[in-house]
């Protein structure tokens, strides 16, 4: 998987077919919902240089659990398998249905997971491909938190 280092310090990006400024930035709650430590870190790092504050699930059980408890979330952003009884899908299902304030968008570093979700009809939410840029992690989280 590649996930850069080091992030730009820059803040917008031009954007390229219609030559205008995008602002990609935000300072709402993420949680970020991964089950491989490593890659975690980076979106984490990633988002919170993006002006994110972030919350952390190492699995769907967990991140329901926070999801529970309260804790204010305005997007979920979680890979799609993981281990466990409930995987990344299943998670965005059930939030969609108990908790529909929260937007939601998956991560899958395969090109087809247990199930296409993108061609899921009843529940289309937005895949970011692994591997993904900081750009285009920005421009997806920013885009789904304005919807």
Known sequence: MYFPEVMDDKTRDVDTKEGKEEH?????????????????????????????KTLEAENADIARIMIESGEHIDLLFSDILMPGEMDGHMLA????EYYPQI?????????????DVS?????????????YSVNILAKQIRTTLTK
């Open 93 to 96: 299902i059930w939030t969609e």
């Open 119 to 131: 061609s899921d009809k009843a529940h289309p939410f937005p895949i970011i491909r692994k591997p």
């Open 24 to 52: 990609l930035q935000g300072a709402e709650v993420i949680l970020v919902v991964e089950d491989e430590p490593r890659v975690r870190k980076v979106a984490i790092r990633n988002l919170k240089n993006l002006g994110y």
């Open 103 to 115: 937007k939601i968008v998956l991560t899958s570093g395969f090109s087809k997971a247990k199930k």
